[in-house]
């Protein structure tokens, strides 16, 4: 590990009288608070860390083994001879010397190990991946019918990535694209890390002398394929540098520079090393006219990537890196391999000053700032650069126990008094939970022990922005350490604990580093920033561009197909390049996309005359809208339309339906669905609810210890949408029209069931009615459980990686009904197209969604945009079977997938906009203002037939005197079921 000197190479110039009066009082202040003025803590000892961690790990009541756990303080019994064995039951495939075993999702393979001694092993794997999985296999392996630790069920083996092609796309602004990103099919072999990498070293496993049988199960995504099983004696042949070095001696020094770009990497094991273009001359390329791909950037620990070296001559060579690191006032971790193995021990966890947003060359030296030299043959090598978090993990994991305690004793003080707390009592806490001061004692020692330890890696030394969270912590725990009995007062001060803590993880455990240039060789190197002259005029000429680009420029084409696309200029472009170099060719048809940042500009566009022949993602009441102006075209004019909407959940259709004309068809999908934290309920031995009835039974055991269960209606201060509100209407078979459509039946009894059991979830069952964060809330314990749509799913997946294993997801919960079933039915709207009435080009517009919205080109679309621009960029479709190609767990696709099933939205109709509103109302005064449900909802009823009234009157529907003109048809999710199984069938609507 490498800890550089803080600030080295930096002076800083005081006036005297300055210094005196800083120092001054500086060193008061730094007196009062234990600190040096030089920004640091005195070390806390590993003994006295040690007892606190036990301290409180033993006093877990559902005790988890991490590794770190499992391997600290082992004096490390390393195993004998290194070997491989293929799995029992192999079989022979081309292009392997030797066995395999195919495991697709949740099946296994087992190797029988023999070893001539006991002691610790690294494992690693040969494995080959196909099929349509884009997200890393994570296994779950035993060893001897046992699991020694939590990071056995959370075993990597990723995908290798390489770029399709290194001549960038160019698109029609001039602007480089990032390429498509290709997944490496062959055979690879890996070492065993677990998914957090917090370990420069693979993970290591206690083998038995004699026989083992060690098992891996695909916990993942099909298409994997397992080779040999590598047990390998860990490694300790990795020399200091002095060592290395004096190998060498008799070599040369060579001055020849080799400047690698960073674009020019070789292969990469994670999709989370992304390609992007940052407007800065100091960097290459770069023009400011036009964006150019220059730089490679990264966040996450143990991603790779590899570049190609050739070198001209044998001899040492120095290393240098240009490079920026945001991580405020921290280092970030990388190690460099060259050819597949870290040269000497300084490579390894080699830390990297925070730059802001600034960009820095880096020569790879000691501390005192000598070069290292590292030895390269003539020939090509390749240069692998690793992201790490080792140097920082012992204080992660603290962090994470810390929280993981707090949280029980949090729970342990609400089972003594309950949610409520009575300030006037005398509680005398520290009767019931004797060990009360002495954990408080023990969060302090880790946490100053975590500031001794990390104020090394902070210029700023322990006052560094990164680690002020850990001052914040000390100060609640200084309170909370005064009145121990009173603590029960004090909760919410746990809770910021909590929080503390969790943010702290997060932040610590997080290695932003962007890379411009590599450098091997050369005594100088070009300059880490562009001049003053350069940036100013790279700033005037990037202003200049901004009054002649037309790259948002909404127009059309009268030779092409016109799309507006409501989306961003990222994914709208990623669209027109496959349109350009796919539909384009098969179909002769020419397409013209263009972005459309504001979805009010169609109804503007349709006053004018002037709309495209299509739109894309639009919100799902948007073609109702339209429709109303006669602004858009039926699509079931269409022949095939019936055919082609059996690709999707026919829920999705009916807010496109308007008086049986279908007026958009659906481009991706959402969900609502439970989410829950598996080790809370496991710790509480709560059973897992189904249905409504079943929370409300949870309910009074998550409230007593101060917990409860997230609605979604929760989410807005004040109006609440239809996904809200409505969903119980349907569940307890109500209605939300009458089937004339001219008024509303949420008066009648099964709707006003409904309603009622929404009311009383928070009226009489206490839900909370306002939420601000559910994310925070349900990381920290808070809001164990709760409904997410696919935007909160995304926000935990890849904003809470310390979660990870921790939870997981059930069905939208649903109302029992007569016959014994469960009605599951939620609303959830995804996004559409549609095409305009007034297009010339109808058939080609059609032909243009069918292609879109296939099952091959929307896996496709959903594969680059997540390959290429990382985790959080999920594509869910609407097409049912691209689905199943998604990038996300197999586990949760096909709960996903079969939630769809019960996906039915509202029906749009003329005037619908009172009722979602008197609906938000009518829970506003059922929930928060008490009223009795048939009195809320008399008084909006007769406001709600007013307005449909009259919208139907302005539509030509009714006359002034509310006589019928012309039939009015509300049409549901079972109109659209049998017009599709119907057409499947060949049969007529």
Same mark, same amino acid.
């Given at each position: 590990m490498r800890r550089k000197q803080v600030g080295k190479g930096k002076r800083v110039v005081f006036i005297a009288a300055g210094i005196l009066a800083v120092a001054a009082a500086g060193g008061i202040l730094w007196g009062l608070a234990g600190k040096s003025p030089a920004g640091s803590v005195d070390a806390v000892s590993r003994e006295e860390s040690r007892q606190a961690r036990l301290l409180l790990q033993d006093s877990l009541k559902f005790q988890t083994v991490r590794y770190q756990d499992y391997i600290a303080g082992q004096e490390l019994q390393y195993g004998g001879e290194s070997g491989c064995w293929e799995p029992e039951e192999g079989e022979e495939e081309a292009g392997y010397d030797g066995t395999v075993r195919a495991l697709d999702y949740l099946d296994w393979?087992?190797?029988?190990?023999?070893?001539?001694?006991?002691?610790?092993?690294?494992?690693?794997?040969?494995?080959?991946?196909?099929?349509?999985?884009?997200?890393?296999?994570?296994?779950?392996?035993?060893?001897?019918?046992?699991?020694?630790?939590?990071?056995?069920?959370?075993?990597?083996?990723?995908?290798?990535?390489?770029?399709?092609?290194?001549?960038f796309p160019v698109d029609r602004y001039g602007d480089e694209t990032a390429p498509a990103q290709l997944r490496y099919e062959g055979w690879q072999y890996r070492d065993l890390y677990n998914t957090s990498y917090y370990r420069s070293e693979p993970l290591y496993f206690w083998l038995e002398k004699g026989e083992n049988h060690i098992r891996v199960k695909n916990d993942?995504?099909?298409?994997?394929?397992?080779?040999?099983?590598?047990?390998?004696?860990?490694?300790?042949?990795?020399?200091?540098?002095?060592?290395?070095?004096?190998?060498?001696?008799?070599?040369?020094?060579?001055?020849?520079?080799?400047?690698?770009?960073?674009?020019?990497?070789?292969?990469?094991?994670?999709?989370?090393?992304?390609?992007?273009?940052?407007?800065?001359?100091?960097?290459?390329?770069?023009?400011s006219e036009y964006k150019k791909l220059n730089v490679v950037s990264w966040k996450k620990a143990g991603v790779e990537v590899t570049y190609d070296v050739e070198v001209e001559k044998a001899g040492l060579y120095r290393l240098a890196l240009h490079y920026r690191n945001e991580k405020e006032d921290f280092q970030v971790f990388e190690s460099i391999y060259i050819d597949g193995r870290i040269p000497f021990r300084e490579l390894r966890n080699y830390g990297f000053d925070t730059t802001d947003t600034s960009w820095k060359n880096e020569i790879l030296s000691d501390e005192e700032g000598n070069p290292y030299l590292v030895y390269l043959t003539e020939g090509a090598h390749t240069l692998t650069i690793r992201s790490e978090m080792e140097p920082v993990s012992e204080e992660w994991h603290d962090a994470r126990l810390i929280a993981e305690h707090v949280s029980q004793f949090s729970l342990e003080i609400k089972k003594i008094t309950g949610a409520e707390v009575d300030e006037y009592r005398t509680w005398n806490i520290t009767q019931y939970i004797p060990d009360t001061l002495a954990w408080l004692e023990a969060y302090e020692t880790l946490i100053r022990s975590m500031q001794s330890t990390l104020q090394g890696y902070a210029p700023n030394g322990v006052n560094s922005a990164k680690l002020s969270e850990l001052d914040r912590a000390l100060d609640v725990i200084?309170?909370?350490?005064?009145?121990?009995?009173?603590?029960?007062?004090?909760?919410?001060?746990?809770?910021?604990?909590?929080?503390?803590?969790?943010?702290?993880?997060?932040?610590?455990?997080?290695?932003?580093?962007?890379?411009?240039?590599?450098?091997?060789? @050369?005594?100088?190197?070009?300059?880490?920033? +562009? #001049?003053?002259?350069?940036? =100013?005029?790279? *700033?005037?000429?990037?202003? !200049?561009?901004?009054?002649?680009?037309?790259?948002?420029?909404?127009?059309?084409?009268?030779?092409?197909?016109?799309i507006w696309v409501n989306r961003s200029v990222t994914q709208a472009d990623l669209l027109q390049k496959m349109a350009d170099s796919?539909?384009?060719?098969?179909?002769?048809?020419?397409?013209?996309?263009?972005?459309?940042?504001?979805? @009010?500009?169609?109804?503007?566009?349709?006053? +004018? #005359?002037?709309?495209?022949? =299509?739109?894309? *993602?639009?919100?799902?009441? !948007?073609?109702?809208?339209?429709?109303?102006?006669?602004?858009?075209?039926?699509?079931?004019?269409?022949?095939?339309?019936w055919q082609v909407a059996d690709r999707f959940a026919p829920g999705a259709f009916v807010p496109?339906?308007?008086?049986?004309?279908?007026?958009?068809?659906?481009?991706?999908?959402?969900?609502?669905?439970?989410?829950?934290?598996?080790?809370?309920?496991?710790?509480?031995?709560?059973?897992?609810?189904?249905?409504?009835?079943?929370?409300?039974?949870?309910?009074?055991?998550?409230?007593?210890?101060?917990?409860?269960?997230?609605?979604?209606?929760?989410?807005?201060?004040?109006y609440k949408w239809f996904y809200q509100t409505t969903p119980m209407i349907y569940q307890n078979g109500g209605k939300l029209y009458t089937e004339d459509g001219m008024h509303t039946a949420i008066d009648q009894a099964q709707a006003a069931a409904g309603i009622k059991a929404l009311g009383e979830l928070f009226s009489i069952y206490s839900v909370p009615t306002q939420v601000s964060q559910f994310m925070d809330s349900f990381r920290y314990g808070i809001l164990p459980i709760g409904i997410v749509s696919l935007e909160s799913y995304n926000l935990i997946a890849n904003g809470a990686p310390e979660l990870e294993g921790q939870w997981g997801l059930l069905p939208y919960l649903g109302t029992v009904q007569e016959d014994g079933t469960i009605d599951r039915s939620y609303i959830a709207a995804g996004t559409g197209g549609l095409i305009f009435a007034n297009t010339q080009k109808a058939e080609e517009a059609w032909a243009f969604l069918k292609w879109w919205l296939s099952h091959e080109v929307q896996a496709q679309y959903a594969h680059t945009l997540q390959s290429t621009y990382g985790s959080e960029n999920i594509w869910l479709p609407a097409n049912l079977e691209a689905i199943g190609d998604c990038a996300l767990p197999t586990e949760h696709k096909l709960a996903i997938l079969e939630q769809l099933n019960y996906l039915r939205d509202v029906p749009r109709t003329p005037g619908q906009y009172m009722l979602e509103r008197d609906l938000s109302n009518i829970w506003n005064s059922i929930a928060v203002d008490g009223k009795a449900v048939q009195p809320a909802i008399d008084e909006k009823i007769l406001e709600i037939n007013r307005e449909i009234t009259k919208k139907m009157s302005d539509l030509g529907y009714l006359d002034n005197q509310g006589n019928l003109l012309k039939e009015y048809n509300i049409r549901d999710v079972d109109w659209i079921r049998e017009n599709i199984e119907s057409h499947r069938e060949g049969g007529e609507q």
């Open positions: 393979a087992e190797y029988v190990v023999e070893t001539d001694r006991e002691g610790f092993y690294s494992l690693g794997l040969d494995y080959h991946t196909g099929g349509s999985n884009l997200s890393d296999y994570r296994m779950n392996l035993t060893i001897n019918g046992e699991s020694y630790f939590e990071e056995m069920s959370m075993i990597t083996l990723p995908l290798l990535w390489e770029d399709g092609t290194k001549e993942s995504a099909d298409g994997l394929t397992l080779g040999r099983l590598y047990v390998n004696a860990p490694d300790d042949t990795i020399p200091a540098y002095e060592e290395y070095r004096n190998q060498y001696s008799g070599e040369r020094v060579l001055d020849s520079l080799i400047e690698i770009n960073s674009v020019d990497y070789v292969r990469k094991n994670s999709t989370e090393a992304l390609t992007t273009s940052v407007n800065n001359p100091s960097l290459e390329p770069h023009t200084e309170k909370l350490k005064e009145y121990p009995d009173e603590i029960a007062l004090h909760t919410d001060s746990l809770d910021t604990l909590l929080k503390q803590m969790g943010d702290f993880a997060a932040n610590i455990s997080a290695q932003p580093f962007a890379l411009d240039r590599i450098y091997v060789g @050369g005594q100088e190197l070009p300059g880490e920033q +562009a #001049g003053f002259f350069a940036s =100013m005029g790279n *700033g005037i000429m990037n202003l !200049a561009y901004t009054f002649f680009s037309d790259k948002y420029k909404v127009e059309n084409h009268e030779d092409a197909v016109n796919e539909f384009t060719p098969q179909t002769g048809i020419k397409v013209r996309i263009s972005v459309m940042p504001d979805a @009010g500009k169609l109804t503007m566009a349709v006053a +004018a #005359g002037e709309m495209p022949d =299509m739109a894309l *993602g639009l919100a799902s009441h !948007a073609p109702f809208e339209l429709a109303c102006r006669d602004a858009v075209y039926d699509l079931t004019q269409f022949e095939d339309f496109y339906v308007f008086n049986e004309k279908v007026y958009a068809i659906p481009e991706t999908a959402d969900f609502n669905m439970v989410i829950y934290r598996k080790d809370i309920f496991q710790k509480l031995d709560i059973p897992l609810p189904d249905t409504w009835e079943d929370l409300i039974g949870i309910l009074p055991v998550l409230q007593h210890y101060g917990m409860n269960f997230y609605h979604n209606i929760a989410t807005t201060d004040g």
